[in-house]
Structure formats: C-alpha cells, structure tokens
C-alpha cells in the first residue's frame, strides 16, 4: 500500500478497490470436515491440570483463526475442581455455559448466587460480572463455554475487566 497524507500529518494508506465478483470469488471457503472432540481425551487432558483456570480450548485446525470451533465462535471445557471458585471478572464477549457434570453456584452481576446442576444451560451477555463457585467437597464442576471470543479479537475489541481494571487483550 502507497501511503498518503491526510490533513492530520500522519500517513493514511491508500485501500485496494476489487469488483464486487472478484471479491465474491476470493471470499470462497472450502466446506468444512465435521470433528469430535472424545469426552475421555478431554478428561485425561483436564486431568493433567497445565494451566491455572483448568480449561482446554475445542479448537477446529481449519480455521483461520486460532481457538475458533466456528465461525466467529470458539468453545472451551473448564473444570472447576472442588472447594474452587473462578475470579469475578467480565469482558466483552458473551458466554453459553452448559453444565455437563456435578453441580455450584454461578454469580452474576451483584445479583444472588444461582444454583445450578448437571445440563442447565446458562447465558452470560457481554460485560455481565460473573463467577462459577464449587462449594462441594469431592465432585468436580465441567462446563462447557461458548463464546464470540473469537470475534471479538478479530474486531480488536477483545476486553477483560477485573475489579476496576479494563484491559484491551488485542495486540498489534
């Protein structure tokens, strides 16, 4: 790209124009392959506990972008151990929780602690507070998380806010 001068002083880069046919063609996506993800490789995966919020990303090798199952989507499995409980926090993506196994609380938004249980189905909407508790002594939490995350960071508007910080995630 040919940079030119806009009336601010700082260089502003010359677009590319493209039929609108050309563009239809180069936009073409080979179909995508099905995928499974086996429950037993997730556990034995879960088990090994390598990172502090004891979550593994479903990620589909296809995509273009990294940790997206889908289009503009991505999903995790998240335990969340006994006695534990994940940091309130909120950002700027929405989540679906579905609670595979074992039962906890989730708080969301100042508002009193929900109770919930094996498939229940939770929607967190973007910048909503919220935090998963695990108030029992031997079973494990499992949720399964669906998020624009993905999105979001391809917008450059991927935003994490714990306490009164808000962090912007994208990087250059």
Do not use: C
């Not at 926090?89 to 609670?99: E, P």
């Not at 508790?133 to 714990?162: F, V, W």
Request: glycine residues 6%; aromatic residues 6%; hydrophobic residues 40%.
């Amino acid at each position: 790209m040919k940079p030119t001068n806009s009336s601010l002083g700082a260089a502003i880069h010359a677009g590319n124009l493209l039929p609108f046919e050309q563009y239809l063609t180069q936009s073409r996506n080979a179909k995508e392959v099905a995928l499974h993800w086996d429950i037993n490789v997730i556990n034995q995966n879960l088990g090994q506990r390598t990172n502090t919020r004891g979550a593994l990303n479903l990620n589909n090798p296809a995509r273009r972008m990294v940790g997206e199952m889908a289009s503009g989507i991505s999903m995790a499995v998240q335990i969340i151990a006994p006695r534990e409980k994940t940091q309130s926090h909120a950002h700027s993506f929405w989540h679906i929780y579905i609670v595979v196994s074992g039962q906890g609380e989730v708080f969301i938004d100042e508002k009193e602690n929900m109770k919930i249980q094996s498939g229940d189905v939770i929607y967190i909407p973007a910048w909503s507070h919220h935090q998963f508790i695990n108030p029992h002594n031997d079973a494990p939490l499992m949720l399964y998380a669906m998020q624009n995350l993905p999105a979001m960071a391809e917008m450059g508007t991927l935003m994490r806010k714990e306490s009164n910080d808000v962090t912007n995630i994208y990087s250059e």
